[in-house]
């Protein structure tokens, strides 16, 4: 199994840009989620599906952030327009609901850098 | 959400156990306890949960106290790649929602 995958890896851009980032999760699982994590802020949840539904977008920072899963193998986290305190790493993670829903699989996350 | 009280740091020497402690006074009747832990430039990976009775797995062993007021990660033998740190997560029965503290930062040396 490949894993969670995320993508860019990277990516750096101007303040005012979109950007789009992308996650597969694993295949079969039904539960995902994206975080973003801050040296000042830590680990932290914006949103999470499961079936492909937003369950809990509460932690999603404001209305420039916008979190899409369209089927089950593919999620997008866009931010629209950028700014720089927005440089982050950003991951998704899946789990499978039910009985070993306990384990959230990380994917190797997104590096954003703002300028 | 009931929340959790770990160390900053702690320090190990390759192959001796560690302990890895977590204070949850508040926890309720229905939260999990979970653990997960971050190596350096990786995402966090689960690493063991459990409800009221200890758990072993092939990672690390978890102690839960009897009241549940406070739980002990166990690593039996360190090795360098242990070193990362590690988060004590409390996560309610009916949410799938994981709340990352600042963890415990474990060092170990060679």
């Known amino acids: 199994d490949a894993g969670v995958i995320q993508s860019p890896r990277h990516e750096v851009t101007e303040m005012g840009q979109e950007v789009t980032l992308r996650c597969k999760p694993i295949s079969g699982h039904n539960s995902l989620f994206w975080y973003r994590q801050t040296m000042m802020r830590g680990l932290e949840l914006l949103i999470y599906f499961n079936n492909n539904v937003p369950i809990d977008d509460s932690g999603m920072p404001e209305d420039r952030f916008s979190a899409k899963m369209p089927n089950a193998s593919f999620s997008t986290l866009k931010i629209q327009p950028s700014e720089p305190r927005d440089s982050a790493v950003y991951f998704c993670?899946?789990?499978?609901?039910?009985?070993?829903?306990?384990?959230?699989?990380f994917g190797p996350g997104t590096r954003l850098t703002v300028l | 959400d009931a929340k959790t009280t770990q160390p900053n740091s702690m320090e190990s020497n390759e192959e001796e156990p560690v302990h890895l402690p977590c204070n949850h006074s508040?926890?309720?009747?229905?939260?999990?306890i979970h653990w997960y832990r971050q190596l350096p430039s990786q995402g966090p990976e689960y690493v063991i949960h459990?409800?009221?009775s200890n758990v072993n797995n092939r990672m690390a062993s978890l102690a839960i106290a009897e009241d549940r007021k406070s739980s002990t990660l166990i690593l039996h033998r360190a090795t360098l790649r242990d070193a990362a740190v590690y988060y004590c997560?409390?996560?309610?029965?009916?949410?799938?929602?994981?709340?990352f503290g600042t963890g415990t930062r474990l060092q170990v040396f060679p």
């Open positions: 459990g409800l009221t």
């Open positions: 993670a899946s789990s499978r609901r039910g009985l070993t829903a306990h384990e959230q699989f």
């Open positions: 508040t926890i309720s009747g229905t939260d999990y």
């Open positions: 997560i409390l996560r309610g029965a009916n949410t799938d929602k994981l709340i």
